[in-house]
């Protein structure tokens, strides 16, 4: 679980420090997953491990620096993984799927907390990597986050397919807040103003934020040339949030009063309908979307311009994840099944 400091010595330095530039070439491939992967999260601060989850149902944790091993395969879902999510020292992390099931996991072992709770469902644990306890309000969670706040971390958001977003407790297990204002399953939920409020997309082509705990939205962001927005990103400055429009183009967002910068936009791409992940390079130099082709097309932060277009799979790059401490490496997933590293 330490991050390999007599390997890569700078993973102690503060990430963003150092320029970065575009990757150019596969130094490496992550296979063992039967099927699309369709998300993959570095490891808080440091990037040493990756965690991906597949439609196989399986949820595999990867070594980055040293050989690129798969270390765990976590088993509990029985149908497709939709959104993994790290806490704050990523010891745990927690799991969704179209089984209804939401999982808190303990990284290192490979079993779930245990955390008493009657909200929880209780599974046979026959093998070591399988989730004994899950939450579930019956409805397909389509994203999940840990509140980043450090003394909340046993506070999780759920957007779900019908329209609300939940906040549990995981210490007692309940539901404490519903957030039931979206028209459409909610596809997005992201942290901003210091944790103190959040902004959610839905399918209902709306953006709204909301202070946290409260469930009234604070502000109502929907114009008729807008799209459903499925992916957004925040900037490493956490001034802007940029959404991946599915009218092939990004959008930005301040994140303070939520305004739309009409003045940068991001395009030249094709994701015809598929989620696909923004990225931004540590220093917020490059900002970087897979499409649907296979491609991973980066533009210059400051000018709007595609600056290189990389051919990385053979299938749509559903997600990617710049390494924090690395000048140019980039990790990419694909509906190819495969997970590969660039530089």
């Known amino acids: 679980m330490s991050p390999p400091l007599a390997v890569a010595p700078h993973l102690s330095q503060e990430a963003g420090s150092q320029e970065t530039y575009i990757p150019k070439v596969c130094v490496h491939t992550w296979t063992g997953h039967t099927?699309?992967?369709?998300?993959?999260?570095?490891?808080?601060?440091?990037?040493?491990?990756?965690?991906?989850?597949?439609?196989?149902?399986?949820?595999?944790?990867?070594?980055?620096?040293?050989?690129?091993n798969c270390l765990r395969t976590f088993m509990g879902h029985h149908k497709a993984v939709k959104d993994v999510t790290f806490s704050n020292d990523g010891r745990r992390f927690l799991s969704c799927g179209y089984d209804r099931q939401m999982k808190?996991?303990?990284?290192?072992t490979g079993t779930s907390c245990r955390n008493p709770s009657f909200h929880l469902i209780t599974e046979p644990f026959?093998?070591?990597?399988?989730?004994?306890?899950?939450?579930?309000?019956?409805?397909?969670?389509?994203?999940i986050r840990f509140h980043p706040d450090?003394?909340?971390?046993?506070?999780f958001l759920a957007g779900m397919s019908d329209k609300k977003i939940i906040q549990y407790d995981m210490n007692t297990g309940e539901i404490t807040q519903?957030?039931?204002?979206?028209?459409?399953?909610?596809?997005?939920?992201?942290?901003?103003?210091?944790?103190?409020?959040?902004?959610?997309?839905s399918d209902d082509k709306t953006m709204r934020a909301w202070d946290f705990d409260i469930p009234?939205?604070?502000?109502?962001?929907?114009?008729?040339?807008?799209?459903?927005?499925?992916?957004?990103?925040?900037?490493?400055?956490?001034?802007?949030?940029?959404?991946?429009?599915?009218?092939?183009?990004?959008?930005i967002y301040s994140a303070e009063n939520f305004r739309q910068n009409r003045k940068k936009r991001f395009a030249g791409h094709t994701i015809a309908g598929y989620a696909?992940?923004?990225?931004?390079?540590?220093?917020?130099?490059?900002?970087?979307?897979?499409?649907?082709?296979?491609?991973?097309?980066?533009?210059?932060?400051?000018?709007?311009?595609i600056k290189s277009r990389l051919k990385a799979h053979s299938?749509?790059?559903?997600?990617?994840?710049?390494?924090?401490?690395?000048?140019?490496?980039?990790?990419?997933?694909?509906?190819?099944?495969?997970?590969?590293?660039?530089?």
């Open 216 to 251: 009234v939205v604070i502000k109502y962001i929907a114009e008729p040339d807008m799209h459903s927005m499925p992916a957004v990103t925040l900037h490493p400055s956490k001034k802007w949030l940029a959404a991946q429009s599915l009218d092939n183009q990004i959008c």
């Open 315 to 343: 299938k749509v790059v559903i997600a990617h994840e710049w390494l924090p401490h690395e000048t140019s490496k980039v990790i990419t997933a694909s509906w190819d099944g495969l997970i590969k590293l660039w530089d």
């Open 126 to 143: 026959s093998r070591v990597g399988q989730c004994l306890k899950a939450f579930s309000n019956g409805k397909i969670p389509h994203c």
């Open 104 to 108: 808190l996991w303990d990284t290192e």
């Open 276 to 305: 696909c992940q923004v990225g931004f390079s540590p220093d917020g130099k490059w900002i970087s979307s897979g499409d649907s082709d296979g491609n991973v097309v980066f533009w210059d932060w400051k000018t709007g311009r």
């Open 178 to 201: 519903e957030y039931d204002q979206h028209l459409g399953p909610v596809n997005t939920i992201t942290f901003v103003d210091e944790n103190r409020r959040f902004i959610t997309t």
């Open 150 to 155: 450090e003394d909340k971390q046993n506070i």
């Open 35 to 68: 099927q699309g992967v369709s998300v993959i999260r570095t490891f808080p601060g440091t990037g040493h491990l990756l965690l991906s989850g597949s439609m196989d149902t399986k949820i595999k944790l990867w070594d980055v620096y040293q050989e690129g």
